[in-house]
T-cell receptor, first 114, second 115 residues
Framework: GNSVTQMEGPVTLSEEAFLTINCTYTATGYPSLFWYVQYPGEGLQLLLKATKADDKGSNKGFEATYRKETTSFHLEKGSVQVSDSAVYFCALTPRGDSSYKLIFGSGTRLLVRP | NAGVTQTPKFQVLKTGQSMTLQCAQDMNHEYMSWYRQDPGMGLRLIHYSVGAGITDQGEVPNGYNVSRSTTEDFPLRLLSAAPSQTSVYFC??????????????FGQGTRLTVV
């Protein structure tokens, strides 16, 4: 079946530290991959996406590369800010007939301290 | 520029009561969906719709009903609330037949407690 596995949080970093949040997936075929972010008290927002192998999604200083060989889509940022504190969800949409579904990981909470 | 609007934001129900969670979008999106968010489990798809008059079940549909009489509205009905339905519920919409093709926009969520 299709599934997404994320590293458990919370992840606590100091401002300007380097961030990596690991995400691996299981899927038939070649899914589209996403990172969504949820700020406190809000709904989810799309952060970045990649639709084929070796694509790199990027937004607001965050990056993630679609790695087919390792079935991974790790989220990185070179220098985090306090305002990046949020819950980050990795997700996939399978190809084919069920391509309308988003399948989420369990989420990783990031806390950035000043 | 409303996007996806969910009401109410908070609700407490007694076991056995029924209620409807409202969701409306003003982006003329075809695809709408309902998720529930539980600690440590991410978001799980309850029901979805690919257009007015068309609905289908997701991963966890039991205890919930939906209908899609218009493009804009996609209400979620709890028929007889149970404590296991205590959760945060999110409505989402996207164009062009789903989130693979276009960004999914989420409402702010409804926090439901069943006692």
């Amino acid at each position: 079946g299709n599934s997404v596995t994320q590293m458990e949080g919370p992840v606590t970093l100091s401002e300007e530290a380097f961030l990596t949040i690991n995400c691996t997936y299981t899927a038939t075929g070649y899914p589209s991959l996403f990172w969504y972010v949820q700020y406190p008290g809000e709904g989810l927002q799309l952060l970045l996406k990649a639709t084929k192998a070796d694509d790199k999604g990027s937004n607001k200083g965050f990056e993630a590369t679609y790695r087919k060989e390792t079935t991974s889509f790790h989220l990185e940022k070179g220098s985090v800010q306090v305002s990046d504190s949020a819950v980050y969800f990795c997700a996939l949409t399978p190809r084919g007939d069920s391509s309308y579904k988003l399948i989420f990981g369990s989420g990783t909470r990031l806390l950035v301290r000043p | 520029n409303a996007g996806v609007t969910q009401t109410p934001k908070f609700q407490v129900l007694k076991t056995g009561q029924s209620m409807t969670l409202q969701c409306a979008q003003d982006m003329n999106h075809e695809y709408m969906s309902w998720y529930r968010q539980d600690p440590g489990m991410g978001l799980r798809l309850i029901h979805y719709s690919v257009g007015a008059g068309i609905t289908d079940q997701g991963e966890v549909p039991n205890g919930y009903n939906v209908s899609r009489s218009t493009t804009e509205d996609f209400p979620l009905r709890l028929l007889s609330a149970a404590p296991s339905q205590t959760s945060v519920y999110f409505c989402a919409s996207s164009g062009n037949r789903g989130p693979m093709n276009t960004e999914a926009f989420f409402g702010q969520g409804t926090r439901l407690t069943v006692v």
